[in-house]
């Protein structure tokens, strides 16, 4: 009894260690989605408004506001193709390494944009404009070489792939086109007209190779391959042997 009672508690304690697993990696999956939720919908708000901003008359703002704008955009398109790629191409992902060291430049020079964008001396943000712009157009096409390079690359694949596929499918068409089995080609040699079978010839060369005097002899005498008949041996020329039993006469009664 003790000893089911211990099995009992002990399969309690494990199913109850199992559930707070289970609803551990739950909660924490959940956490990660709404996570994922907000940051796209915080990102979706600030491309919103960076978009909104750039529309704006001209001056220092939308100046800051479009350049944030096209370096959040190449970085999110590069990023995209190259987590894309790296799952099918393993050679990608030294690209993808790259990018990270790429990305701490970007996120570096976007800290710096939206900072100046709150900077109230307008002459001084109006002079770094153009290292700002040069240092922006740098990084986007640093990450617009490693985009455009990725997608060069999947699509030779891709084209090398249908290649290969189409001229399979070429073969496979012109081997069901051949419904019919090809006739299968006699290959002896015609008996000419007249000619004797190979067991005539045999039999006139055996008749031919007797003696003629033989064949013909007589007249109509038997030849020798006729069979002869067996004459009895006369009991008076027989030999005797001791070991054999004499005959006995036949008696009449």
Do not use: C
Not at 97 to 117: I, N, P, Q, T
Not at 150 to 161: G, H, I, L, N, Q
Request: aromatic share 4%; net charge negative; no cysteine.
């Amino acid at each position: 009894m003790t000893e089911a009672i211990l099995i009992l508690a002990v399969l309690f304690l494990a199913f109850v260690a199992l559930g707070v697993y289970v609803t551990v990696k739950a909660v924490k999956a959940a956490k990660r989605g709404v996570d994922r939720t907000i940051t796209q919908a915080r990102r979706t708000v600030e491309d919103t408004t960076l978009r909104a901003k750039s529309y704006g008359a001209g001056g220092v703002t939308p100046e800051l506001a479009q350049l944030r704008l096209s370096l959040r955009t190449s970085m999110r398109a590069t990023q995209d193709a190259l987590e894309a790629g790296a799952a099918e191409d393993a050679s990608l992902k030294e690209s993808l390494e790259l990018f990270r060291r790429l990305s701490a430049h970007g996120h570096e020079l976007d800290a710096d944009l939206k900072r100046l964008e709150r900077d109230p001396d307008r002459a001084g943000v109006a002079a770094q404009l153009g290292e700002l712009r040069e240092r922006t157009e740098r990084i986007t096409h640093a990450a617009e070489s490693l985009r455009w390079a990725a997608r060069d690359r999947a699509r030779k694949f891709a084209d090398d792939e249908l290649a290969s596929l189409s001229a399979q499918i070429d073969v496979e068409a012109g081997a069901l086109r051949h419904w019919a089995a090809p006739e299968q080609d006699d290959l002896s040699w015609p008996e000419a007209a007249g000619q004797p079978a190979p067991a005539e010839e045999t039999r006139r060369a055996d008749a031919g190779g007797r003696p003629g005097g033989q064949a013909a002899a007589g007249g109509g005498a038997p030849q020798d391959d006729a069979p002869k008949a067996i004459t009895a041996q006369d009991p008076r020329q027989q030999t005797f042997y001791s070991w054999q039993k004499s005959t006995r006469p036949e008696t009449t009664n």
